[in-house]
Nanobody, 115 residues
Framework: QVQLVESGGGLVQPGGSLRLSCAAS????????MAWYRQAPGKQRELVASVTSGGKTNYADSVKGRFTISRDLAKNTVSLQMNTLKPEDTAVYYC?????????WGKGTLVTVSS
């Protein structure tokens, strides 16, 4: 079992920045994939960014150049630095981890981009 707890969401003005963090606990060995997803009201959940245990990253086209995912293996955390935020980035952001072929999810943290 893996437990994931997100933090760092909130209200920010367009053009601003936020940093989300996700702390993993439990059977954290062999977590080979961690990611951030988001779900806006009335829309499907979508992949925002991912990072493998080898450090390979992947980003949705809509956030490339603005968001950066990073993973700290020693602290068992994954972070998402979000810059130049837009109103369309408003969503609940979920942390995801894949461990031994099982996908685990956090409860989500709300990010609201509004003036």
């Amino acid at each position: 079992q893996v437990q994931l707890v997100e933090s760092g969401g909130g209200l920010v003005q367009p053009g601003g920045s936020l940093r989300l963090s996700c702390a993993a606990s439990g059977s954290i060995f062999s977590i080979n994939f961690m990611a951030w997803y988001r779900q806006a009201p009335g829309k499907q959940r979508e992949l925002v960014a991912s990072v493998t245990s080898g450090g390979k990253t992947n980003y949705a086209d809509s956030v490339k150049g603005r968001f950066t995912i990073s993973r700290d293996l020693a602290k068992n955390t994954v972070s998402l630095q979000m810059n130049t935020l837009k109103p369309e980035d408003t969503a609940v952001y979920y942390c995801n981890a894949v461990h031994l072929l099982t996908s685990y999810w956090g409860k989500g943290t709300l990010v609201t981009v509004s003036s």
